[in-house]
């Protein structure tokens, strides 16, 4: 099994745990969709897919686990347990995955080319989630952006 199939396995076991079938649905749809997503960018900004899918998958664990208000920080903190309890991961790279998932929810600020990279995936995902719904006003900003980079 290779890393990324290996953390999709672990993502899997904790979303089960979720006891809301409504909730885990969303979880399933939206990590995979924004590990998809930040596959995708990745390979278009010359950038290691692998790593940007595993962030992608990752990156939201918190708030589906915990619910934890400041999810982002401590989805951080239990990526970093999972990847080094994986002991198949750099330290290099547990560290451009943790820091794109502790700074995902701040669409303000530009951060190193993988934080951005998840910052655009988690957008992309939720406007074509359902576009319909509002979004945020940096969260269309930054949408805007990427439609008109992606076209």
């Known amino acids: 099994m290779?890393?990324?199939?290996?953390?999709?396995?672990?993502?899997?076991?904790?979303?089960?745990?979720?006891?809301?079938?409504?909730?885990?649905?969303?979880?399933?749809i939206h990590l995979y969709g924004v590990s998809k997503w930040a596959a995708f960018l990745a390979m278009k900004e010359n950038l290691d897919p692998e790593i940007a899918a595993v962030s992608g998958m990752l990156h939201d664990i918190a708030r589906?686990?915990?619910?934890?208000?400041?999810?982002?920080?401590?989805?951080?903190?239990?990526?970093?347990?999972?990847?080094n309890h994986t002991q198949l991961f750099t330290a290099d790279e547990i560290s451009i995955?943790?820091?794109?998932?502790?700074?995902?929810?701040?669409?303000?600020?530009?951060?190193?080319?993988?934080?951005e990279l998840l910052k655009n995936s988690d957008v992309l995902d939720h406007y074509f989630y359902n576009p319909k719904d509002l979004i945020s006003?940096?969260?269309?900003?930054?949408?805007?952006?990427?439609?008109?980079?992606?076209?």
């Open 64 to 83: 589906y686990l915990e619910n934890s208000a400041d999810h982002a920080v401590r989805g951080a903190e239990l990526s970093l347990e999972i990847l």
């Open 2 to 28: 290779d890393r990324l199939e290996y953390i999709r396995v672990q993502t899997d076991r904790i979303l089960q745990r979720i006891p809301s079938a409504e909730e885990q649905k969303f979880a399933y």
């Open 137 to 151: 006003p940096s969260d269309q900003k930054r949408l805007l952006l990427l439609l008109k980079d992606i076209q």
């Open 97 to 115: 995955i943790t820091s794109a998932i502790v700074h995902h929810s701040d669409k303000e600020h530009i951060h190193d080319a993988y934080d």
